[in-house]
């Protein structure tokens, strides 16, 4: 019967695309699903406001009457018009071991995007760095946290037979966190305290965290945006994003530094890894998932570093040396052995160093492909 390639513009076929990656990774022992209540709002344009600044289409791929690939295109102009860019993406793609639906996807995205205007397809890239970008290139035996793309080793190998190659690299650290919190870190940690001008704001419930959600994501708005693919978020992205993560939060493992005129200049947002409870739920927080989810977070030994900044003017002052031993103290308290960095751009030299100075090291990678549209 050959493929056939449609476009997902019902319920019935949505639901086929979410739930089509765990057919594909049945036999994945390092797989994760996702939390399926969120992804009918992240892949609905009704439901998710960074579909407004998008062109989008998502595609199923069928053999003998079965669902065997799935891949989302997207063209985000508000991105490209402020970087100067012609690019297109594809982002959550999901085959079986051939070639030839491999093909008839990207073939399909490739076309959507030319007639679009546009001069390369990048991926796999989302919305925004937020969003799971890149293949897992390294690493493959390694442990998976959320917010990753999970891929089998023959993923890569479908696109480069297709002709992709390397836009760049994403790196994840591995950091033993040490018995001793580092002299360095100790006395820079000090002399910030001392010098009085700075307060550090810890919580012990998530209500407490609420006020400052919209603040750190204004922050991250301003600290990110010399990185690749991020997208600075609006009023209603914020508001959707918090919800997608705040009830999986730990309170404990987020720490904001403000001034003396209690303006925020600098944030961590950690969580213990609940990738086991997520296993466990598959992907259903109802009726018991959400107990797994958070109880994982109760048993694991390594912690996941999310997201970080600090305020332009205050960088290279100990703001983070601060974090740190907040970090590695809540660390120490809860028993917790290891860190996963979550994905650095290879580019990121500062951040590198400093997850370097630490002892960590890169044990997974991930890459961005791109290849030119020919018109």
Not at 14 to 43: C, G, R, T
Not at 121 to 138: A, H, I, N, R
Not at 258 to 287: C, H, W
Not at 305 to 334: C, M, P, Q, W
């Amino acid at each position: 019967m050959g493929i056939k390639i449609i476009e997902v513009t019902t319920k019935k076929q949505l639901k086929e695309f979410i739930h089509l990656p765990a057919k594909i990774h049945q036999n994945h022992s390092n797989w994760i699903p996702p939390i399926y209540m969120d992804e009918w709002v992240f892949f609905d344009p009704k439901k998710n406001p960074l579909f407004g600044h998008c062109d989008y289409i998502r595609l199923l791929a069928f053999k003998d009457g079965q669902a065997v690939g799935r891949v989302m295109g997207l063209v985000n102009h508000k991105y490209n018009q402020s970087h100067n860019e012609e690019d297109a993406r594809f982002s959550f793609m999901e085959t079986y071991n051939d070639q030839e639906v491999a093909n008839a996807l990207i073939e399909a995205v490739h076309q959507w995007a030319k007639d679009k205007g546009m001069k390369n397809l990048v991926g796999p890239l989302s919305f925004s760095d937020k969003d799971p970008q890149g293949m897992m290139v390294e690493g493959f035996e390694q442990p998976l946290v959320i917010a990753t793309n999970c891929n089998f080793p023959y993923q890569v190998n479908l696109l480069e037979n297709m002709g992709f190659g390397k836009k760049v690299d994403l790196v994840t650290y591995k950091i033993d966190i040490p018995e001793v919190i580092p002299d360095l870190y100790q006395k820079i940690y000090e002399r910030r305290l001392v010098a009085n001008n700075i307060h550090v704001i810890e919580f012990k419930t998530r209500k407490a965290i609420k006020p400052y959600i919209i603040p750190v994501l204004e922050l991250l708005n301003e600290t990110f945006k010399d990185i690749y693919a991020f997208a600075p978020m609006e009023r209603p992205e914020m508001e959707k994003f918090a919800d997608r993560y705040l009830s999986l939060l730990n309170p404990r493992f987020i720490k904001i530094i403000e001034n003396q005129n209690n303006e925020l200049v600098a944030f961590i947002i950690t969580m213990p890894d609940l990738s086991p409870g997520i296993i466990k739920s598959r992907g259903y927080l109802l009726p018991f998932g959400i107990f797994y989810i958070l109880n994982a977070q109760k048993k694991t030994n390594q912690l996941n570093l999310l997201l970080g900044g600090i305020r332009s003017d205050f960088r290279d002052t100990g703001l983070d040396a601060v974090l740190g031993v907040k970090l590695l103290n809540e660390a120490h308290a809860t028993n917790l052995k290891y860190i996963d960095s979550h994905l650095v751009l290879e580019t990121n030299t500062k951040m590198r160093a400093e997850l370097e100075r630490l002892g960590g090291y890169v044990y997974k990678r991930y890459r961005i492909f791109t290849k030119p549209l020919h018109h």
